[in-house]
């Protein structure tokens, strides 16, 4: 049976078809990085790492790309309140982002392209578009003209007449159509700008993500991924701008995954009632989390509280204990046990699981397959005579449905203190001697180990994550 998975364009499951067989090209659009990342900001990346881990545990080859955002407004106005560079502000929140997201689980892309690092795809884009007469020029801005792409609006299923225009600039005069949205701004003194045909500027936000799924992935790719709150006008502009110039579709499919909310309302940096990834996993631990985060389907909308927190917490420690029990009796009991029907009632826990996961990735029934295999697995532990054998299948079926979910139910050895220095001061040897991959191994090393490191004038600072 293919996968199947829930378009966002057609409205619809449909089977999953890749454009190449056995290949998956998949593209998340990332974060604007002016600021640390909420705890709903954390839900895609945690949600989009289990699609592509299914993915690859179903045998494709999956091309993940997931691009950064670190030149914006909003940048420009946190660098001008901390009187800092615009590149300063991105990288430390770049690597904060790294640092919170592979705390919780989440492999890093296979390309995490930058907005600065892509202009001259960018500006080539654009002028190809004006070329094709689907933008034009106006006082160094550059415009799409959305009414001329007959099929604007069809992500989001609504009319063009119904469309408020803007995303993060307000409505220009200079626009021949409200409804025109902007692939270009003219410099403002004192900002950050490149050279283009239209003067010294910088990229609206739209243009940013088609030019780089252009770039890295080609004109047509199998999935588009991100939050539900960038359906429109993010994805609507994207989809309008990259078929105006190729004529073909952008995505074959097109996800977005549900809202974190408090009190029912929606999480978020503008509305003041977020709070920060990173004060959550102190409190709660990264792993817990990520729990959480899986034990609802990715487009349903979640109530976040400590309570509930604190529940997933029980839910994983009974996972945990279940795999700790087998595994002591494993290492401490002779094999005495008969192999009977076990290991056909083992191997049906993994049909049972790649069914529901083949339902549009639902990872809440994943995670209930793995309750019930605990629950069989704490029978079979109830017998008094077990087999090594058995026994290592639940082990084994156990470590195969978590390393789909990005889930550890296996206790990890504490790197000590001393442990810790000494792996410091080895990264910082090779940072003397600027051999900066030995030393980005050893940070993503400790990273893995809960271990967070940060880089101040005063030298290097580490903290349990």
Not at 13 to 21: G, H, L, T, Y
Not at 106 to 124: G, L, N, Q, S
Request: glycine share 6%; charged share 30%.
């Amino acid at each position: 049976m293919a996968i199947q998975l829930y378009n966002s364009l057609t409205k619809k499951k449909e089977a999953f078809v890749p454009i190449e067989e056995g290949k998956v090209k998949m593209y998340v659009c990332g974060p604007t990085v002016y600021n640390y990342i909420h705890i709903g900001n954390a839900r895609p990346p945690i949600v989009y790492d289990m699609v592509r881990r299914y993915f690859e545990y179903r045998g494709y080859d999956v091309t993940y790309v997931s691009n950064f955002t670190d030149v914006d407004d909003k940048i420009i106005r946190a660098a001008h309140e901390l009187g800092e560079d615009v590149f300063e502000v991105a990288n430390r929140f770049i690597e904060a982002y790294h640092q919170d997201t592979c705390s919780l689980g989440v492999k890093k892309a296979d390309i995490h392209p930058r907005v600065t690092e892509t202009i001259p795809e960018i500006i080539d884009f654009i002028s190809k578009l004006i070329e094709k007469d689907y933008a034009y020029e106006s006082g160094g801005d550059v415009y799409f003209r959305t009414r001329k792409f007959k099929e604007y609006g069809k992500l989001s299923s609504q009319s063009i007449e119904d469309l408020r225009s803007g995303a993060r600039i307000e409505v220009d005069e200079r626009k021949e159509d409200s409804l025109d949205f902007v692939l270009w701004k003219a410099a403002k003194e004192g900002e950050i700008s490149w050279e283009s045909p239209w003067g010294h500027g910088r990229p609206g936000w739209h243009i940013e993500c088609s030019a780089m799924v252009k770039k890295y992935l080609g004109d047509t790719i199998d999935i588009h991924a991100g939050g539900q709150d960038l359906s429109f006008p993010h994805h609507e502009n994207e989809i309008a701008q990259s078929e105006a110039l190729t004529g073909k579709p952008m995505a074959n499919y097109w996800l977005h995954n549900g809202f974190i909310n408090i009190n029912n309302e929606k999480m978020s940096k503008s509305l003041g009632n977020f709070v920060l990834a990173n004060e959550i996993i102190r409190q709660h631990s990264a792993e817990v989390v990520r729990f959480f985060m899986l034990t609802a389907h990715y487009r349903s909308p979640i109530n976040f509280s400590d309570e509930l927190l604190e529940g997933a917490r029980n839910g994983l420690e009974r996972l945990k204990t279940s795999v700790s029990s087998l595994k002591h009796r494993l290492n401490e009991s002779a094999d005495y046990g008969e192999v009977g029907d076990w290991l056909d009632t083992i191997s049906g826990f993994k049909s049972r699981f790649i069914l529901e996961m083949d339902d549009d990735f639902n990872s809440a029934n994943g995670i209930a397959v793995l309750f019930d295999l605990a629950k069989e697995a704490n029978r079979y532990l109830r017998e008094e005579q077990t087999s090594k054998k058995v026994l290592t299948a639940f082990i084994e079926q156990f470590q195969e449905f978590a390393g789909v979910l990005g889930l550890e139910l296996e206790e990890q050895e504490t790197l000590l203190d001393e442990d810790i220095e000494a792996l410091i001061e080895k990264r910082n040897q090779a940072r003397k001697e600027r051999n900066f991959a030995l030393a980005d191994d050893i940070r993503d090393q400790l990273k893995e180990q809960g271990i967070l490191l940060e880089d101040t004038a005063q030298g290097v600072r580490w903290k349990r994550g």
